[in-house]
């Protein structure tokens, strides 16, 4: 099977994780600390993936100008137009029930400012590995579930149709695949320097949304245990990237 297939798949399968999130949002009402605890754990195994399944990886014979650049550049860069989105009137991907969640094309363009670099990230995996790494799709996987409960279950409460909250997901969804394959097939061709920056541009991306949203709405939603599920998910991560 051609490798673009298997990463294609992967991105699709991390991307699913938006549409089982919307129907449990949507079809049920699920305490919003329930949520907040899947936030927090997908938290630690996100963060746990970018040390050493990105990070780490993209770092070759102590060189670090590349994946340095590439890094500050993906948290400047999702920063800049995650405010763009807010100042838009669009709350950003994760918030909780209680708010409103502003159009829903700024509710997708939120969702895509994570979601495409994570998914590209997937692809770039199976480019310098030879084959996907199942704990970034895991933590991918997590990172979106809490995404798809909270913002549909804003939509409904707003009013929105389910075939509009589907339709909505479903393309998300079937975007991060197409995204997965053009890590895939996209970088191919590039220098391992050039690969290195654009993942580590996905990981800085990635970071700078785990410290801006998944972080602080899982603590203010239950700040008793938010910071031990949180290292509960990092440790988790951390022992099945090295197993």
């Known amino acids: 099977m051609n490798q673009w297939i298997i990463a294609g798949f992967w991105g699709w399968l991390a991307g699913s994780a938006l549409l089982i999130g919307a129907a449990i949002g949507y079809f049920v009402k699920l305490p919003q600390k329930v949520i907040s605890a899947v936030m927090a ?4 195994v996100l963060i746990s993936a970018i040390c050493f399944e990105l990070m780490d990886k993209a770092v070759q014979n102590e060189h670090f100008l590349y994946p340095s650049f590439g890094f500050l550049a993906g948290a400047i860069v999702y920063s800049l137009a995650a405010k763009i989105v807010s100042s838009k009137g669009g709350k950003h991907r994760k918030r909780s029930n209680k708010q409103d969640t502003g159009s829903g094309m700024a509710i997708a363009i939120g969702a895509l400012l994570d979601g495409i670099p994570e998914s590209i990230v997937i692809g770039l995996t199976i480019l310098t590995g030879g084959s996907v790494s199942s704990v970034a ?3 991918i996987f997590l990172s979106n579930l809490p995404e798809g409960i ?4 804003g939509m409904r409460n707003a009013g929105r149709s389910k075939e509009y909250v589907f339709a909505l997901w479903l393309g998300i969804a079937l975007l991060s695949g197409i995204a997965s394959i053009a890590g895939y097939t996209l970088f191919g061709h590039f ?5 290195g920056a654009i993942t580590c541009l996905a990981a800085g991306a990635m970071l700078a949304m785990i410290v801006t949203t998944m972080i602080p709405e ?3 939603e239950d700040r008793d245990w938010s910071g031990i599920i949180t ?3 990092f440790l988790v ?3 099945a990237s090295h197993i």
Not at 41 to 44: E, K, L, R, V
Not at 150 to 153: C, I, L, W
Not at 191 to 195: E, G, L, P, Q, T
């Open 137 to 139: 799709v895991f933590a």
């Open 150 to 153: 909270s913002s549909s279950s």
């Open 218 to 220: 899982a603590y203010e």
């Open 41 to 44: 754990f997908g938290s630690g």
């Open 231 to 233: 290292v509960m998910g």
């Open 191 to 195: 220098s391992d320097d050039v690969i």
């Open 237 to 239: 991560s951390f022992i």
